[in-house]
């Protein structure tokens, strides 16, 4: 192999490496702070409405310009499997998320979430999807879960009220968004990212639509008692958490391995946790800061291990 080949190599390799760090940042930081969001945006919507409202737009906007631009549409398989998927993802996951956040605090949501690597885990092993987790996996996921539990305990949060039927749907929406994290693996999708992304928004939003639909809650939407604090977290959802959080996460589920693209469940805890000192003046304690350091180990310790498992290959 020639010397301007191996500069080719190298060269597609920096840059592959520096999209898969920019979308996990994306994915880090955009969906720590969708938690707040979804809190703020449910004080004056419907839950399922709004989550419903919040996939259908974003995923209009992107399937337009899909369409517009690169001149792509889906075939009838490729909107079977996205469909699947974005029930499974939106309509399951970040469905029982929002039914969660009406009545427990959203960082107890996010360390719920937090579930979602260890969830694929077995899920892909008992399905035999993927051979047994290397121990570096098992080890990295273990010390990432146990710096999330540690977050439950700060001090300022002792006066939570913690729903038992908020934390038991969080998790059965955690377990059925890691089932569909697996499957986008296998599915057959179209070729273009956004398309894909586009396809999934629509029918996941539009199956929320149907579910706000039959617990009538058209009938408690009142456009004049929305305030503008959910009018903006709304917006918010649809721009940064649906089209540039979701786009950055279905592009990591094709370009990264399943492992890697969930650590955003260990790394959300803390940025919701940082963005609560920063913006809601809440106490920044040494419990935090020691799960601080074991979550991101757990992270480095995942992400070193497959640069140098796909070094080797």
Avoid: C
């Avoid at 192999?1 to 999209?19: G, I, P, Q």
């Avoid at 979701?246 to 919701?272: E, G, M, R």
Wanted: glycine share 6%; proline share 3%; net charge positive.
């Amino acid at each position: 192999m020639s010397a301007l080949h191996v500069n080719e190599n190298l060269a597609v390799d920096y840059k592959k490496t520096m999209m898969v760090v920019v979308a996990l940042l994306s994915v880090y930081i955009v969906w720590g702070s969708t938690y707040l969001g979804i809190k703020i945006a449910i004080e004056t919507f419907p839950p399922f409405l709004m989550a419903g409202i919040r996939f259908l737009i974003a995923g209009a906007l992107l399937y337009g310009f899909v369409v517009v631009k690169e001149k792509k549409y889906p075939k009838l398989i490729e909107w079977r499997d996205t469909t699947i998927i974005g029930i499974l993802l939106l309509s399951a996951g970040n469905g029982f998320l929002v039914i969660a956040e009406k009545t427990i605090p959203s960082s107890i949501a996010a360390i719920v979430v937090a579930t979602v690597p260890l969830w694929m885990i077995v899920i892909a092993w008992f399905l035999k999807i993927q051979t047994k987790p290397n121990k570096s996996t098992l080890v990295g996921t273990l010390i990432g879960f146990i710096g999330v539990v540690i977050l439950m305990f700060p001090s300022h949060q002792e006066h939570l009220r913690f729903d038992t039927f908020g934390l038991l749907i969080t998790l059965l929406g955690a377990i059925l968004w890691s089932f569909g994290s697996i499957y986008s693996q296998k599915a057959t999708l179209p070729s273009s990212v956004m398309l894909s992304t586009a396809m999934q928004m629509l029918s996941g939003g539009l199956v929320l639509i149907i579910t706000a639909t039959l617990f009538g809650e058209w009938q408690q939407f009142q456009i004049e008692t929305l305030s503008s604090r959910s009018l903006l977290a709304l917006a918010y959802l649809v721009l940064i958490g649906s089209l540039v959080g979701f786009s950055a996460y279905v592009w990591l589920l094709k370009n990264a391995s399943p492992y890697l693209a969930s650590t955003y469940a260990f790394v959300n805890p803390i940025v919701a946790l940082f963005l609560g000192y920063l913006f809601a003046d809440e106490v920044l304690g040494v419990k935090a800061l020691i799960a601080t350091m074991l979550i991101i180990s757990a992270v480095v310790m995942i992400t070193l291990f497959k640069a140098k498992k796909r070094s080797h290959q």
